[in-house]
């Protein structure tokens, strides 16, 4: 026999394709994760170290326990203060019912949900638990819901800390709405250890997610909160703003939060922590609130007295304008002071008993038209406020048969008469027949309204007195543009009957056209006002002359300055006139005092 020939020199072994067929399940602490396969190059460790396929295996699944159990060595190779940076004075809270709704799909990796187990430990440690404080529950999903310990299972932190520990992630879907109504109908229920809706015990839920729901979350997250559930949406890393928008409590600002990463969800819950455990930020003294202070969650916050408005620097507080914002029903004008305010009549007129009306014009005799533009250029809400215009003019008269008349003539393209001087013989029907007066609209004929009021408003047909009675005869034109008409022969020929004309001008209202209806001197004859709503200062001017007794009027005896009884009235009009004063300066001294305050206060 040939002798078989010698061995040939081993070759260098080609990479294996056989397929390891061993795949050990390692078994962690509170958790159950497969190895990997590492077994692919048997063939060629058996050939160089002559081992078994069953020890290769041995080897694989130990190098799969030790990349399993990595994370876990992370966090415990982390300072103690990341861990535990939650922990701290307990809070006390009062009786609270808190579910933690936490997400354990399979987008959560293991080192992401172990960092959010150390959180929920964390958390813990803040919170004063016990049957009759805080009561605690935990509920994971992913496509499905599980209840890790319900509301009624601890009342010691320990146990509860225990329970957290050996939580095993379920690894699926994200049914995020599924997980709301598991915890709206079970975990929030009276069996499953929640106070019954009568104790009014707050119910708070905590949902961390980290992802987009793959149901409905906007309609089953509604039904919770009118239900009474207050929740706190917590997204990490890649979930969905519009989602936990759509699950928080308003307002959104303080029930939403997102957090770029797991390791940064210890943000929240110090956040989450500091509204549980409000800090009172006013009682450190530095919030310079010139009335009070109140303390919220971002920090100290100013707020006035009853009366005051707080200003844009968010620290001084100014009196409140009271007069814009209730029926004062002063005659003149009101004034604000802090909780309350007064009204003033103008100078030279007192405020009655009622403390709203001033004195009227007690010994006037005037018959007095009042001829109103009611051109389109007006405009309807402006013209409202010309009508009320006119009735404050009546209230600083004395209208009666004997005393004032009041007649009213609106003109545009045409003139008409509202009412003539001697239809109402009160200042009450006077001013109830103004607002009921009609806009007209239309062009501006100012020259044909001068010749109406000429010729039939001082009629005696019309009511007004007769010239033996000496009684003065007033008119007052309204107007808010240039005429489309020649003014200039009635307006002289109205000077000519003795009217004393007075010009009030409006917005476009013309300088020239306003001196040329007036009587002289245009100074005091002669209003203006660049805007309908500003045009109550015009009443002052207007009071003088109006009123005989406290003016000049057409007919007013003049008396000589010399004599005894001018001199006492002099003499009183100036002590009046001193003690106005005296309060003016009183009131401006208050209010340098206070802003001398504000001032020492911000320093």
């Not at 250890?193 to 009568?198: C, F, I, S, T, V």
Request: neutral net charge; hydrophobic residues 35%.
């Amino acid at each position: 026999m040939r002798p078989p020939p010698p061995p040939a020199p081993a070759a260098r072994p080609s990479p294996p394709r056989a397929h390891c067929p061993c795949r050990y399940l390692v078994q962690l602490p509170g958790r159950l994760r497969p190895s990997a396969p590492l077994c692919g190059r048997a063939s060629e460790l058996s050939g160089r170290l002559r081992l078994d396929t069953s020890v290769l295996c041995w080897l694989s699944a130990m190098r799969g326990l030790l990349y399993s159990m990595l994370p876990l060595l992370l966090l415990l190779l982390q300072p103690w203060e990341t861990q535990l940076q939650l922990a701290g004075p307990r809070c006390s809270t009062g009786p609270l019912d808190l579910v933690f709704v936490i997400d354990s799909s399979r987008s959560v990796r293991p080192f992401e949900f172990e960092t959010m187990r150390q959180f929920l430990v964390g958390l813990l440690r803040s919170l004063d638990v016990g049957p009759n404080a805080t009561r605690v529950g935990v509920i994971q999903y992913s496509s499905q819901v599980q209840s890790v310990f319900p509301l009624r299972a601890f009342s010691r932190r320990e146990d509860m800390e225990r329970a957290i520990r050996a939580l095993v992630p379920l690894a699926q879907g994200t049914m995020t709405g599924l997980a709301i109504q598991y915890a709206m109908n079970v975990a929030f229920s009276v069996a499953e250890g929640a106070r019954p809706p009568e104790a009014r015990v707050p119910r708070v839920a905590v949902i961390v997610t980290d992802g987009r729901p793959q149901d409905r979350v906007a309609e089953v997250a509604a039904q919770a909160r009118a239900r009474g559930i207050e929740i706190y949406a917590v997204g990490v890393q890649r979930a969905d703003v519009g989602s936990l928008r759509a699950m928080a409590s308003p307002p959104l600002n303080e029930h939403v939060f997102l957090v770029e990463s797991f390791d940064l969800i210890q943000e929240f819950g110090r956040q989450f922590q500091g509204r549980l455990c409000p800090i009172d930020h006013c009682s450190f003294g530095n919030h310079s609130c010139q009335h009070d202070c109140v303390s919220t969650f971002g920090g100290p916050q100013c707020r006035c007295r009853e009366g005051y408005d707080l200003l844009p620097d968010r620290r001084s507080c100014q009196a409140r304008d009271l007069c814009n914002g209730v029926d004062h029903g002063c005659e003149f004008q009101c004034v604000s002071e802090g909780f309350s305010y007064h009204c003033v009549c103008p100078e030279g007129r007192q405020l009655q008993a009622d403390g709203k009306s001033c004195s009227r014009c007690r010994e006037g005799h005037v018959d007095l038209v009042l001829l109103v533009d009611g051109s389109k250029s007006v405009r309807p809400q402006n013209f409202e406020l010309v009508k009320r215009f006119v009735n404050q003019i009546v209230d600083f008269l004395d209208v009666s048969p004997e005393g004032t008349r009041v007649g009213l003539v609106q003109f545009s393209s045409r003139v008409r008469t509202e009412f003539p001087l001697g239809r109402y013989g009160t200042a009450a029907e006077v001013k109830q027949a103004v607002l009921a007066v009609e806009y007209m609209e239309r062009g501006t004929m100012t020259g044909l309204a001068l010749r109406h009021m000429v010729e039939h408003s001082f009629s005696e047909a019309q009511g007004a007195r007769p010239r033996e009675l000496n009684v003065p005869r007033v008119g007052l034109v309204f107007t808010d543009g240039r005429s489309q008409d020649n003014i200039s022969v009635w307006a002289a020929r109205a000077k000519e009957e003795g009217i004393v004309m007075y010009a009030v001008g409006v917005g476009k209202a013309v300088e020239e056209e306003l001196r040329e209806i007036a009587s002289e001197p245009a100074e005091l004859h002669v209003s203006y006002s660049p805007d309908f709503s500003t045009m109550t200062h015009l009443l002052e001017n207007l009071k003088g002359s109006i009123c005989p007794e406290e003016g000049i009027g057409a007919g007013t005896e003049l008396r000589s300055p010399c004599e005894c009884e001018s001199l006492v009235e002099f003499q009183g009009r100036t002590l009046g006139t001193l003690e106005s004063l005296s309060q003016k300066l009183a009131q401006l001294t208050a209010r340098l005092e206070d802003l001398e305050n504000q001032l020492a206060t911000q320093k």
